[in-house]
Protein backbone atom coordinates (compact mmCIF):
# COMPACT_ATOMS: atom_id res chain seq x y z
CA UNK A 1 0.00 0.00 0.00
CA UNK A 2 2.90 2.23 0.52
CA UNK A 3 4.27 2.27 -2.88
CA UNK A 4 0.74 2.58 -4.46
CA UNK A 5 0.23 6.00 -1.95
CA UNK A 6 3.31 7.36 -3.27
CA UNK A 7 2.30 7.14 -6.61
CA UNK A 8 -1.19 8.65 -6.03
CA UNK A 9 0.64 11.52 -4.20
CA UNK A 10 3.18 11.94 -6.77
CA UNK A 11 0.98 12.03 -9.54
CA UNK A 12 -1.50 14.57 -7.60
CA UNK A 13 1.19 16.66 -6.21
CA UNK A 14 3.65 16.98 -9.28
CA UNK A 15 5.19 20.20 -7.30
CA UNK A 16 5.77 18.80 -4.16
CA UNK A 17 8.34 15.73 -3.04
CA UNK A 18 7.07 12.04 -2.12
CA UNK A 19 9.29 10.08 -0.03
CA UNK A 20 8.84 6.48 0.50
CA UNK A 21 10.92 4.71 3.33
CA UNK A 22 10.24 0.98 3.80
CA UNK A 23 11.04 -0.43 6.96
CA UNK A 24 12.40 -3.61 7.46
CA UNK A 25 11.80 -4.38 11.74
CA UNK A 26 10.93 -2.87 14.64
CA UNK A 27 12.76 0.84 15.51
CA UNK A 28 13.21 1.75 11.53
CA UNK A 29 10.16 4.54 11.60
CA UNK A 30 11.77 5.79 15.14
CA UNK A 31 15.28 6.08 13.98
CA UNK A 32 14.15 7.84 10.83
CA UNK A 33 11.93 10.67 11.87
CA UNK A 34 14.06 11.57 14.57
CA UNK A 35 16.40 12.51 12.26
CA UNK A 36 13.36 14.41 9.88
CA UNK A 37 15.25 18.27 9.32
CA UNK A 38 12.77 19.36 6.62
CA UNK A 39 9.65 21.93 7.61
CA UNK A 40 6.22 21.06 6.99
CA UNK A 41 5.80 17.65 6.35
CA UNK A 42 2.96 15.53 6.42
CA UNK A 43 4.38 12.06 7.82
CA UNK A 44 1.97 8.98 6.35
CA UNK A 45 1.97 6.21 8.80
CA UNK A 46 1.56 3.04 6.32
CA UNK A 47 0.99 0.32 8.99
CA UNK A 48 -0.86 0.04 12.55
CA UNK A 49 -0.73 1.47 16.13
CA UNK A 50 2.74 0.69 16.36
CA UNK A 51 3.56 2.03 13.81
CA UNK A 52 2.30 5.22 14.41
CA UNK A 53 3.76 4.42 17.86
CA UNK A 54 7.38 4.78 16.59
CA UNK A 55 6.97 7.83 14.74
CA UNK A 56 5.37 9.64 17.78
CA UNK A 57 8.38 8.58 19.72
CA UNK A 58 10.91 9.51 17.19
CA UNK A 59 9.42 12.59 16.78
CA UNK A 60 9.31 13.70 20.79
CA UNK A 61 13.12 13.04 20.63
CA UNK A 62 13.40 14.98 17.11
CA UNK A 63 15.88 18.24 18.27
CA UNK A 64 16.03 19.34 14.99
CA UNK A 65 12.65 20.91 13.99
CA UNK A 66 9.99 22.02 15.68
CA UNK A 67 7.52 19.14 15.71
CA UNK A 68 4.63 21.15 17.15
CA UNK A 69 4.80 23.29 14.25
CA UNK A 70 6.46 21.57 11.23
CA UNK A 71 5.41 18.13 11.20
CA UNK A 72 1.80 16.53 10.45
CA UNK A 73 1.14 13.11 10.86
CA UNK A 74 -1.50 11.02 8.77
CA UNK A 75 -2.49 7.68 9.65
CA UNK A 76 -2.97 4.81 6.94
CA UNK A 77 -4.67 1.61 8.19
CA UNK A 78 -3.21 -1.06 7.51
CA UNK A 79 -2.91 -3.09 10.84
CA UNK A 80 -4.94 -5.02 12.88
CA UNK A 81 -6.01 -2.40 15.43
CA UNK A 82 -6.02 0.91 13.53
CA UNK A 83 -7.85 2.65 16.12
CA UNK A 84 -6.21 5.92 15.78
CA UNK A 85 -6.92 6.00 12.07
CA UNK A 86 -10.49 5.25 13.19
CA UNK A 87 -10.47 7.74 15.46
CA UNK A 88 -9.19 10.29 12.58
CA UNK A 89 -12.26 8.71 10.29
CA UNK A 90 -9.50 7.54 7.74
CA UNK A 91 -10.51 4.59 6.26
CA UNK A 92 -8.82 4.39 2.67
CA UNK A 93 -6.29 5.63 0.46
CA UNK A 94 -8.95 7.98 -0.88
CA UNK A 95 -9.06 9.52 2.49
CA UNK A 96 -5.30 9.99 2.67
CA UNK A 97 -5.03 11.16 -0.64
CA UNK A 98 -8.19 13.79 -0.12
CA UNK A 99 -6.66 14.85 3.71
CA UNK A 100 -3.36 16.00 2.19
CA UNK A 101 -4.97 18.07 -0.51
CA UNK A 102 -6.33 19.66 2.19
CA UNK A 103 -5.01 19.09 5.35
CA UNK A 104 -7.16 19.31 7.89
CA UNK A 105 -5.06 18.75 11.74
CA UNK A 106 -5.72 18.61 15.50
CA UNK A 107 -3.57 17.92 18.09
CA UNK A 108 -3.53 15.52 20.06
CA UNK A 109 -2.37 14.86 23.82
CA UNK A 110 1.28 13.02 24.69
CA UNK A 111 1.59 10.92 27.66
CA UNK A 112 4.79 10.43 28.91
CA UNK A 113 5.45 7.21 30.46
CA UNK A 114 8.70 7.50 32.43
CA UNK A 115 9.98 4.30 34.39
CA UNK A 116 12.91 5.88 35.71
CA UNK A 117 15.06 4.11 33.37
CA UNK A 118 13.27 4.69 30.23
CA UNK A 119 11.21 7.22 28.74
CA UNK A 120 8.85 6.42 26.10
CA UNK A 121 5.29 8.20 25.06
CA UNK A 122 1.91 7.21 24.25
CA UNK A 123 -0.82 8.38 22.01
CA UNK A 124 -3.11 5.98 22.18
CA UNK A 125 -3.66 3.61 25.43
CA UNK A 126 -1.43 1.92 28.07
CA UNK A 127 -2.91 -1.26 29.26
CA UNK A 128 -2.15 -4.39 32.04
CA UNK A 129 -4.14 -7.98 32.00
CA UNK A 130 -6.13 -9.75 30.52
CA UNK A 131 -6.65 -7.28 27.68
CA UNK A 132 -2.99 -6.29 27.49
CA UNK A 133 -1.67 -9.90 26.88
CA UNK A 134 -4.91 -10.44 24.38
CA UNK A 135 -3.44 -7.61 22.57
CA UNK A 136 0.38 -9.01 22.28
CA UNK A 137 0.05 -12.66 22.53
CA UNK A 138 -2.07 -12.63 19.42
CA UNK A 139 0.42 -10.79 17.10
CA UNK A 140 1.79 -14.38 15.82
CA UNK A 141 -2.10 -14.65 14.11
CA UNK A 142 -1.96 -11.20 12.51
CA UNK A 143 -0.74 -12.63 8.70
CA UNK A 144 -3.77 -15.60 9.01
CA UNK A 145 -6.57 -13.56 10.53
CA UNK A 146 -6.09 -9.96 10.33
CA UNK A 147 -8.13 -7.78 13.48
CA UNK A 148 -10.33 -11.69 14.26
CA UNK A 149 -6.77 -12.74 16.25
CA UNK A 150 -8.22 -10.53 18.72
CA UNK A 151 -11.45 -13.00 19.20
CA UNK A 152 -9.38 -15.89 18.58
CA UNK A 153 -7.12 -15.23 21.14
CA UNK A 154 -9.29 -14.09 23.91
CA UNK A 155 -11.64 -17.35 23.28
CA UNK A 156 -7.95 -19.19 23.88
CA UNK A 157 -7.29 -17.60 26.60
CA UNK A 158 -10.45 -18.15 28.52
CA UNK A 159 -10.25 -21.79 27.93
CA UNK A 160 -6.24 -22.14 29.22
CA UNK A 161 -5.82 -18.87 31.61
CA UNK A 162 -4.82 -19.82 34.76
CA UNK A 163 -5.58 -17.09 36.90
CA UNK A 164 -7.87 -14.43 35.85
CA UNK A 165 -6.52 -11.87 38.00
CA UNK A 166 -3.16 -9.59 38.85
CA UNK A 167 -2.40 -7.26 41.48
CA UNK A 168 -1.31 -3.46 40.51
CA UNK A 169 -0.69 -0.52 42.60
CA UNK A 170 -2.94 2.56 41.58
CA UNK A 171 -0.96 5.83 43.00
CA UNK A 172 0.32 3.07 45.49
CA UNK A 173 -2.73 1.91 46.42
CA UNK A 174 -2.94 -2.10 45.62
CA UNK A 175 -5.70 -2.86 43.54
CA UNK A 176 -6.27 -6.60 42.00
CA UNK A 177 -7.73 -6.10 38.30
CA UNK A 178 -7.81 -8.27 35.41
CA UNK A 179 -7.73 -5.67 33.27
CA UNK A 180 -6.41 -2.16 32.88
CA UNK A 181 -6.69 0.62 30.46
CA UNK A 182 -6.00 3.84 30.36
CA UNK A 183 -7.08 5.51 26.70
CA UNK A 184 -6.55 8.79 25.17
CA UNK A 185 -8.91 8.16 22.58
CA UNK A 186 -12.42 6.11 22.43
CA UNK A 187 -11.39 3.86 19.80
CA UNK A 188 -9.70 0.84 21.51
CA UNK A 189 -9.27 -0.53 18.26
CA UNK A 190 -11.41 0.26 15.07
CA UNK A 191 -14.07 -1.72 15.75
CA UNK A 192 -14.38 -1.63 19.86
CA UNK A 193 -15.00 1.69 21.54
CA UNK A 194 -14.27 1.56 25.51
CA UNK A 195 -15.84 5.28 26.27
CA UNK A 196 -15.87 8.81 25.05
CA UNK A 197 -15.64 11.04 28.01
CA UNK A 198 -12.13 12.10 27.68
CA UNK A 199 -11.14 13.76 24.47
CA UNK A 200 -7.45 13.38 22.54
CA UNK A 201 -6.70 16.81 23.13
CA UNK A 202 -8.55 17.59 26.50
CA UNK A 203 -5.84 16.10 28.49
CA UNK A 204 -8.00 13.48 30.65
CA UNK A 205 -7.31 10.04 29.86
CA UNK A 206 -10.24 6.82 29.97
CA UNK A 207 -9.56 4.50 32.71
CA UNK A 208 -11.34 1.34 32.43
CA UNK A 209 -10.97 -1.38 34.92
CA UNK A 210 -11.92 -4.77 36.27
CA UNK A 211 -11.70 -5.07 40.33
CA UNK A 212 -10.91 -8.61 41.97
CA UNK A 213 -11.77 -11.59 39.81
CA UNK A 214 -13.81 -12.54 37.15
CA UNK A 215 -15.60 -15.64 35.88
CA UNK A 216 -14.71 -16.60 32.46
CA UNK A 217 -18.40 -16.05 30.78
CA UNK A 218 -18.43 -13.06 32.60
CA UNK A 219 -15.09 -11.49 30.58
CA UNK A 220 -16.26 -13.45 27.41
CA UNK A 221 -19.38 -11.62 27.48
CA UNK A 222 -17.69 -8.52 27.97
CA UNK A 223 -15.05 -9.38 25.30
CA UNK A 224 -18.30 -10.05 22.86
CA UNK A 225 -20.30 -6.60 23.87
CA UNK A 226 -17.46 -4.29 23.72
CA UNK A 227 -15.62 -2.35 27.17
CA UNK A 228 -18.17 0.07 26.59
CA UNK A 229 -20.94 -1.49 27.41
CA UNK A 230 -21.86 -1.57 30.87
CA UNK A 231 -20.87 -4.95 33.41
CA UNK A 232 -21.35 -5.24 37.89
CA UNK A 233 -17.58 -5.70 37.46
CA UNK A 234 -16.56 -3.31 35.20
CA UNK A 235 -14.95 0.25 36.50
CA UNK A 236 -14.43 3.62 34.20
CA UNK A 237 -13.75 6.82 35.13
CA UNK A 238 -11.75 9.65 33.88
CA UNK A 239 -8.09 10.66 34.72
CA UNK A 240 -6.45 14.02 34.11
CA UNK A 241 -3.39 14.01 37.28
CA UNK A 242 -0.36 12.08 36.91
CA UNK A 243 -0.47 8.38 38.03
CA UNK A 244 1.68 5.89 38.91
CA UNK A 245 1.59 1.98 38.22
CA UNK A 246 4.01 -0.21 39.72
CA UNK A 247 3.87 -4.29 40.42
CA UNK A 248 3.41 -4.63 36.52
CA UNK A 249 5.18 -7.93 36.81
CA UNK A 250 4.60 -8.34 33.17
CA UNK A 251 5.37 -5.17 32.00
CA UNK A 252 3.50 -2.69 30.37
CA UNK A 253 1.61 -2.85 26.88
CA UNK A 254 1.65 0.84 25.55
CA UNK A 255 0.27 1.48 22.28
CA UNK A 256 0.00 -2.12 21.65
CA UNK A 257 3.83 -2.30 22.21
CA UNK A 258 4.93 -4.65 25.03
CA UNK A 259 7.50 -3.54 27.29
CA UNK A 260 8.93 -6.64 29.27
CA UNK A 261 11.01 -4.78 31.68
CA UNK A 262 8.69 -1.41 32.54
CA UNK A 263 6.95 -2.89 35.51
CA UNK A 264 6.99 0.48 37.42
CA UNK A 265 6.31 3.40 35.22
CA UNK A 266 5.09 7.61 36.46
CA UNK A 267 2.48 8.82 33.65
CA UNK A 268 1.99 12.44 32.87
CA UNK A 269 0.99 14.24 30.00
CA UNK A 270 4.28 16.26 28.04
CA UNK A 271 4.03 19.42 27.58
CA UNK A 272 4.08 19.27 23.60
CA UNK A 273 1.49 17.91 21.82
CA UNK A 274 1.39 16.60 18.04
CA UNK A 275 -0.89 17.19 15.11
CA UNK A 276 -2.51 14.37 13.55
CA UNK A 277 -4.69 14.69 10.26
CA UNK A 278 -8.36 13.75 10.60
CA UNK A 279 -11.76 14.40 8.97
Not at 22 to 48: K, M, P
Not at 170 to 190: E, G, R
Not at 240 to 261: A, M, Q
Request: charged share 20%; aromatic share 8%; hydrophobic share 40%.
Amino acid sequence: MGRQLRTILSARYSSGQVYLYETTEAGDAESLVQIINTRDNIICAVGGDGTIHEIVNGLMRNILIDVEKDVRICPVPCGSGNAIAAESNIRSIRDVVDLCETPTAREIDIIEVDSGVRLRYSVLNIMYGFIADVDIYSEWLRKWCGSLRFIIYALWMLMTYVTLSSTIFINDVPTNITTLVYSNFAHLTQSDIIDNDAKPDDKKLNMVYCPGSMSRCEIASILARGLHTESPNLRRQTVSKPFVLSGCTKGLNIDGELYPNMTKATCRFSQKRLKFLAQ
